[in-house]
């Protein structure tokens, strides 16, 4: 799931970096979970920050796609029929690169349909978020309102607290391709 990434897979390359290849300092570019798995380790490891110049998110949030009754259907039915697949199917959602397993999905889910980003065991990710003070750029497109809606993501990025943060939409609307 995105704790396991967050609190193992990250943190290896963290090292790698700086243990291995010894880069002192670095920015970080995420695309979706990758934002979240990054969140989850900056927090439960607070001192990779002090190598981070700062952090870039596209259509990254954990807690926001449930933004309607509807929306909030639409996610408990497609969460269930993952469970019976055994998978969400890339190309159902307009995803080109892969399917994503049941398992991984399942806490990602739970944290929108709860609109919560608690941990195993209840940690509370979201309270923990302002500890990170690494400058972030988070990034939404308007296609993106199932997994990444505008006001999921600007809420994820906003729970940093962090004035140094910087949120931009792109849209057609907004004179974007």
């Known amino acids: 799931n995105f704790e396991t990434i967050g609190l193992y897979d990250v943190p290896a390359v963290y090292h790698y970096l700086v243990n291995t290849l010894s880069i002192d300092r670095f920015s970080c570019i ?12 900056l927090v439960k490891y607070p001192k990779f920050t002090k190598h981070i110049n700062s952090i870039t998110f596209f259509a990254t949030q954990a807690f926001g796609a449930s933004t309607s009754v509807k929306q909030g259907l639409t996610l408990l039915a497609a969460k269930w029929m993952s469970i019976v697949a055994g998978k969400v199917p890339a190309a159902k959602i307009g995803a080109k690169e892969h399917d994503e397993t049941s398992y991984m999905m399942r806490q990602w889910y739970n944290w929108n349909l709860n609109k919560n980003f608690n941990g195993i065991g209840g940690f509370n990710y ?42 931009q939409h792109f849209s057609l609307v907004n004179g974007n391709l």
């Open 30 to 41: 995420a695309h979706s979970g990758g934002g979240v798995a990054i969140s989850i380790a």
């Open 126 to 167: 979201l309270s923990a978020l302002p500890k990170i003070r690494v400058p972030i750029f988070s990034l939404s497109g308007e296609g993106d309102t199932f997994i990444a809606p505008k006001s999921g993501c600007k809420a994820f990025v906003d729970a940093f607290k962090n004035q140094k943060n910087r949120f």
